[in-house]
C-alpha cells in the first residue's frame, strides 16, 4: 500500500477539527442561500418525500449551475412531488429537462424512481452504500448528499466544490482529478463531516466552495475556516522567511505535494491550489441541419422536427433534420451531402440548389466544440416520412418552443 501521507495534509488533531466545524456550521446558518430543495429536505416528514427531493435537485446540479435549477426544479416538484408520480409519467419527463442539458440524467432518474417503486415498495434506501448499490445512476457523490441530508447518515460528500475547499486547506497540490488523490479527499471528507448536522455540514462545505472559496479570486477575507487554511497561512507567509512544516512537506515525493517541476508560485497565493491534470482540448465537429419549412393549415409556417436516437448525445431529444459532416468539406459539398440526405430520408427529390444557406451556429458541449451550419427548404406539399426511419412531426413556432429540443436547436 502506498505511505500513508504526511500529517499536515490530514485533519488529525480533534480540537481543530471541531473547531473548523462549529465554524463552519455558523457561518451557514448566517449565510445560506435560501433555495427551495432546502426548504423542502428542513420541512417535509416523510421520509421518502424528502430523500426523493434531494435526489432530484442532486440530479438536476450536476454539470448545471443553481441559479438555472431553481425554475426546473420547481416545476418539476409541481409535476411529479412523489416517487410515484415520476414513476408513473410518460415522456414528457425530456420536454421539462429541455434546456439543462446531459439529457440522460432525467431518464436515469425516471428510471431509478420506478425501481424503487417496482422493486423497493416504494421505499428510499436509507444509507448512502444502499443508495449507490440500488439506484440507477446514482454514484458515490449524489448518495452521500442524500443520506447525510435526507437521513442525517454522517457520510461525506466530494463535488467540485468541495475538492476545491479541502485542496486549499490541507495545500493538496498533486492532481485534483487523478482517483488516488480523490479517495484521500473522501476519507477527509468523512473524518470532517459534523456528526449531529451531517446534512447540514456538507451543504456548508458545498456553499462555502460556491460562494467564498470560488475558483478565481477567492474571498479570503470573508471565509470563517480561514484560520484552519494552509493555503491562507503560507500566503500570509509570502516573502517572511519560510516556516518549516508549513512551508513544505519535509517528506520527499509526498503523493499529495505539487509536483517539483511545478512548485508553489506566491503570485497565486491560494489560487495554487487545486491543480488539474491538462484537459484534453474539446474535439470539433460539423453538422448540417436543414430548417424544412411549410404553410400550416391557418397560413401560420409549420416547421418539420425528427427525434434523435434513444441513446447518446442529446438522446430521445427533437432536432431539425441534420446530418454529421466531414471536417473539410467545400460549402458546395455540403449542400450536395445535405440534399441527398433528405432525399434518400423523403423520398422524393432535393435539389441542392434549392437549399438556402442561412449561416452557421457554434453550439459548445462540454467535449464536443459543435458547427451548425444552417439551411432552408420551402416545401410546398406535405411530406410523410417513413416512421420506421425516424419519428418526426409538424409544429409551429409556438410548438417548436415547448418541445423536447436542445439550446442548440433554439440557437438554429
Known amino acids: 500500500a502506498p505511505a500513508p501521507p504526511p500529517a499536515r495534509h490530514l485533519f488529525s488533531d480533534p480540537a481543530e477539527v471541531g473547531?473548523?466545524?462549529?465554524?463552519?456550521?455558523?457561518?451557514?446558518?448566517?449565510?445560506?442561500?435560501?433555495?427551495?430543495?432546502?426548504?423542502?429536505?428542513?420541512?417535509?416528514?416523510?421520509?421518502?418525500?424528502?430523500?426523493?427531493?434531494?435526489?432530484?435537485?442532486?440530479?438536476?446540479?450536476?454539470?448545471?449551475?443553481?441559479?438555472?435549477?431553481?425554475?426546473?426544479?420547481?416545476?418539476?416538484?409541481?409535476?411529479?412531488?412523489?416517487?410515484?408520480?415520476?414513476?408513473?409519467?410518460?415522456?414528457?419527463?425530456?420536454?421539462?429537462?429541455?434546456?439543462?442539458?446531459?439529457?440522460?440524467?432525467?431518464?436515469?432518474?425516471?428510471?431509478?424512481?420506478?425501481?424503487?417503486?417496482s422493486e423497493l415498495a416504494g421505499r428510499m434506501p436509507r444509507t448512502a452504500e444502499d443508495l449507490q448499490k440500488l439506484l440507477p445512476g446514482v454514484g458515490r457523490y449524489t448518495a452521500g448528499a442524500i443520506a447525510s441530508i435526507s437521513y442525517g447518515q454522517a457520510t461525506?460528500?466530494?463535488?467540485?466544490?468541495?475538492?476545491?475547499?479541502?485542496?486549499?486547506?490541507?495545500?493538496?497540490?498533486?492532481?485534483?482529478?487523478?482517483?488516488?488523490?480523490?479517495?484521500?479527499?473522501?476519507?477527509?471528507?468523512?473524518?470532517?463531516?459534523d456528526r449531529s448536522r451531517p446534512g447540514d455540514f456538507n451543504q456548508a462545505l458545498m456553499e462555502l466552495g460556491a460562494t467564498v472559496c470560488v475558483p478565481k479570486s477567492p474571498l479570503c477575507g470573508e471565509c470563517p475556516v480561514k484560520q484552519h487554511c494552509q493555503a491562507w497561512r503560507r500566503k500570509l507567509l509570502g516573502k517572511a522567511p519560510p516556516v518549516p512544516d508549513v512551508e513544505d512537506c519535509s517528506v520527499g515525493d509526498c503523493p499529495l505535494c505539487p509536483p517539483a517541476s511545478e512548485p508553489w508560485d506566491s503570485s497565486l497565493g491560494v489560487t495554487n491550489f487545486p491543480r488539474k491534470a491538462a484537459k484534453k482540448p474539446p474535439r470539433a465537429m460539423r453538422t448540417a441541419t436543414c430548417v424544412l419549412e411549410r404553410r400550416g393549415c391557418h397560413g401560420a409556417p409549420e416547421y418539420l422536427i425528427v427525434q434523435r436516437p434513444s441513446s447518446g448525445l442529446l438522446a430521445g431529444l427533437w432536432e431539425f433534420p441534420s446530418l454529421p459532416l466531414a471536417q473539410d468539406l467545400q460549402e458546395e459539398k455540403e449542400r450536395e451531402e445535405?440534399?441527398?440526405?433528405?432525399?434518400?430520408?423523403?423520398?422524393?427529390?432535393?435539389?441542392?440548389?434549392?437549399?438556402?444557406?442561412?449561416?452557421?451556429?457554434?453550439?459548445?458541449?462540454?467535449h464536443i466544440h459543435q458547427t451548425y451550419v444552417v439551411?432552408?427548404?420551402?416545401?410546398?406539399?406535405?411530406?410523410?416520412?417513413?416512421?420506421?426511419?425516424?419519428?418526426?412531426?409538424?409544429?409551429t413556432e409556438d410548438e417548436f418552443h415547448t418541445s423536447a429540443v436542445s439550446t442548440a436547436m433554439k440557437k438554429v
Open 19 to 117: 473547531a473548523l466545524r462549529g465554524n463552519l456550521l455558523a457561518w451557514y446558518d448566517r449565510c445560506k442561500r435560501d433555495l427551495p430543495w432546502r426548504a423542502l429536505a428542513a420541512t417535509e416528514p416523510d421520509a421518502d418525500r424528502r430523500g426523493y427531493a434531494v435526489w432530484v435537485s442532486e440530479i438536476m446540479l450536476q454539470q448545471t449551475q443553481v441559479a438555472t435549477v431553481i425554475d426546473y426544479y420547481n416545476r418539476w416538484m409541481q409535476k411529479w412531488p412523489t416517487l410515484q408520480a415520476l414513476a408513473q409519467a410518460s415522456l414528457e419527463v425530456n420536454e421539462l429537462w429541455a434546456g439543462l442539458g446531459y439529457y440522460s440524467r432525467g431518464k436515469r432518474l425516471q428510471e431509478a424512481a420506478r425501481k424503487v417503486v
Open 156 to 193: 461525506g460528500v466530494v463535488d467540485g466544490n468541495v475538492i476545491r475547499v479541502l485542496c486549499r486547506l490541507r495545500c493538496v497540490g498533486a492532481d485534483s482529478s487523478s482517483p488516488a488523490v480523490i479517495d484521500r479527499l473522501w476519507d477527509m471528507a468523512n473524518v470532517l463531516v
Open 338 to 366: 445535405l440534399a441527398d440526405h433528405l432525399q434518400a430520408w423523403m423520398g422524393w427529390p432535393v435539389a441542392a440548389k434549392d437549399l438556402q444557406f442561412i449561416g452557421e451556429v457554434i453550439h459548445i458541449f462540454s
Open 375 to 395: 439551411y432552408s427548404l420551402h416545401l410546398e406539399g406535405d411530406v410523410t416520412l417513413d416512421p420506421a426511419l425516424s419519428p418526426s412531426r409538424w409544429v
